[in-house]
């Protein structure tokens, strides 16, 4: 049955990784993948999350399976995170949560439950968007779009273009927005914009999908969700995809989130029960482990101040690390105005390095970084920053 088959292309990104571990150079770096690093080089345990689990080990009584969508716990506290404690979308009951695999799960569950009852939708995804989205989408069946976004040029978003497409979307296709730290480009819309792209979406009767991968690594966990606080505000439906992987640092517990906010909370209901189908169909429930995690955190007063204090130093290390590689950029000679760096958000950055130098820098001097020059600014250290630069002086 096999034997016609040829060997897949890797992923671009944990791919690259791939190629990273098989280097044999003791001083190589890897600003590949998206997970936070502090300056040993190390992806942390929280201690917010070791406390939980030494709970869980103590009071934990059975393995039994959960429901199909998960813990209500779990979901009340996902949806405090998502909307604030006490939205009016909470107690009026139009938000539904489902425990999801990871927020890539949350966003397959989304296309899913999407290409269910509206086959014929285009999903409209930012140009550029996470190397996976596309792969995701199409699995569910979608045809896909780009609308502009990053404007290479500036370095920046291209928010003209970008609002002219959106105008001219379809009533009832779906558009992909990142809430936050936009990945690749770390490129963010402001408030005013995010407040026009709103009201686009209540023109057009567009329906906006949400990719809210990065809670807290933006300004705060309250100023990053503002874009959804907008979009209900004006009565809008919407569905999230959210993920626990960065903001808590449970990468391999797979722990993320699908919401979906409709017009009632019969509505809301009605089409949960959908979700669920989806679900049932693809990974039946959920795992309990990460989740319960997250709950334990959320539900215990302490162990949240702990959690948001500690996130607080991860987002604070990240844009350090921003203004840290502008200024020693600067002091190994470059003339290159690299200041956008320190205006774009979360873990990623556009650094404008063409794929030849990208080439270069892993071929020359075992530096790792996506083709399309993205870097992870979670990779840098204080023992790797100064040949970091080097290497990008000596390849500019």
Same mark, same amino acid.
């Given at each position: 049955?096999?034997?016609?088959?040829?060997?897949?292309?890797?992923?671009?990104?944990?791919?690259?990784?791939?190629?990273?571990?098989?280097?044999? =150079?003791?001083?190589?770096?890897?600003? #590949?993948?998206?997970?936070?690093?502090?300056?040993?080089?190390?992806?942390?345990?929280?201690?917010?999350?070791?406390?939980?689990?030494?709970?869980?080990?103590?009071?934990?009584?059975?393995?039994?399976?959960?429901?199909?969508?998960?813990?209500?716990?779990?979901?009340?506290?996902?949806?405090?995170?998502?909307?604030?404690? *006490?939205?009016?979308?909470?107690?009026?009951?139009?938000?539904?949560?489902?425990?999801?695999?990871?927020?890539?799960? #949350?966003?397959?569950?989304?296309?899913?439950?999407?290409?269910? %009852?509206?086959?014929?939708?285009?999903? $409209?995804?930012?140009?550029?968007?996470?190397?996976?989205?596309?792969?995701?989408?199409?699995?569910?069946?979608?045809?896909?779009?780009?609308?502009?976004?990053?404007?290479?040029?500036?370095?920046?978003?291209?928010?003209?273009?970008?609002?002219?497409?959106?105008?001219?979307?379809?009533?009832?296709?779906?558009?992909?927005?990142?809430?936050?730290?936009?990945?690749?480009?770390?490129?963010?819309?402001?408030? +005013?914009?995010?407040?026009?792209?709103?009201?686009?979406?209540?023109?057009?009767? $567009?329906?906006?999908?949400?990719?809210?991968?990065?809670?807290?690594?933006?300004?705060?966990? +309250?100023?990053?969700?503002?874009?959804?606080?907008?979009?209900?505000?004006?009565?809008?439906?919407?569905?999230?995809?959210?993920?626990?992987?960065?903001?808590? #640092?449970?990468? =391999?517990?797979?722990?993320?989130? %699908?919401?979906?906010?409709?017009? &009632?909370?019969?509505?809301?209901?009605?089409? %949960?029960?959908?979700?669920?189908?989806?679900?049932?169909?693809?990974?039946?429930?959920?795992?309990?482990?990460?989740?319960?995690?997250?709950?334990?955190?959320?539900?215990?007063?302490?162990?949240?101040?702990? $959690?948001?204090?500690?996130?607080?130093?991860?987002?604070?290390?990240?844009?350090?690390?921003?203004?840290?590689?502008?200024? &020693?950029?600067?002091?190994?000679?470059?003339?290159?105005?690299?200041?956008?760096?320190?205006?774009?958000?979360?873990?990623?950055?556009?650094?404008?390095? &063409?794929?030849?130098?990208?080439?270069?820098?892993?071929?020359?001097?075992?530096?790792?970084?996506? *083709?399309?020059?993205?870097?992870?600014?979670?990779?840098?250290?204080?023992? =790797?920053?100064?040949?970091?630069?080097?290497?990008?002086?000596?390849?500019?």
């Amino acid at each position: 049955m096999f034997n016609s088959l040829t060997p897949a292309p890797p992923d671009p990104i944990l791919g690259l990784t791939e190629a990273f571990k098989a280097d044999p =150079n003791p001083e190589k770096i890897n600003l #590949g993948v998206g997970v936070f690093k502090d300056d040993a080089g190390q992806t942390p345990i929280l201690s917010a999350v070791k406390k939980a689990e030494e709970l869980l080990l103590q009071f934990e009584s059975t393995k039994s399976y959960l429901p199909i969508s998960g813990s209500t716990g779990y979901a009340a506290g996902v949806q405090n995170l998502l909307l604030g404690e *006490g939205h009016s979308l909470i107690s009026s009951g139009r938000i539904q949560t489902a425990h999801t695999p990871g927020g890539t799960g #949350g966003l397959r569950v989304a296309g899913d439950f999407l290409k269910g %009852f509206n086959a014929d939708a285009k999903l $409209w995804v930012s140009n550029p968007t996470w190397a996976n989205h596309k792969g995701v989408f199409a699995a569910c069946g979608f045809e896909i779009e780009d609308y502009p976004y990053y404007d290479p040029k500036t370095f920046g978003l291209d928010f003209e273009a970008m609002l002219s497409t959106l105008k001219r979307i379809p009533a009832g296709d779906i558009v992909l927005l990142h809430v936050c730290c936009h990945n690749p480009s770390g490129v963010d819309p402001s408030p +005013e914009q995010w407040a026009e792209i709103a009201d686009v979406a209540a023109e057009k009767g $567009w329906f906006p999908l949400f990719d809210f991968a990065y809670q807290g690594f933006g300004t705060s966990v +309250e100023a990053d969700r503002a874009p959804l606080l907008l979009f209900a505000e004006k009565g809008l439906e919407f569905v999230v995809a959210a993920s626990c992987s960065k903001n808590f #640092g449970l990468y =391999n517990e797979r722990t993320g989130s %699908f919401s979906l906010v409709a017009d &009632t909370a019969d509505s809301a209901a009605a089409a %949960f029960s959908h979700v669920k189908r989806a679900i049932r169909t693809n990974y039946s429930n959920p795992s309990s482990h990460g989740g319960a995690i997250v709950e334990t955190i959320l539900g215990d007063a302490v162990l949240t101040q702990e $959690w948001l204090s500690e996130l607080d130093g991860m987002r604070e290390r990240i844009h350090g690390l921003r203004s840290k590689l502008v200024d &020693t950029l600067a002091s190994k000679g470059v003339d290159r105005d690299f200041s956008f760096i320190t205006r774009q958000n979360g873990m990623f950055s556009f650094s404008g390095l &063409t794929p030849d130098q990208v080439k270069e820098l892993r071929e020359s001097h075992s530096i790792y970084i996506v *083709g399309s020059g993205r870097i992870n600014l979670a990779g840098i250290t204080s023992s =790797n920053l100064d040949r970091l630069c080097e290497a990008i002086a000596t390849v500019l």
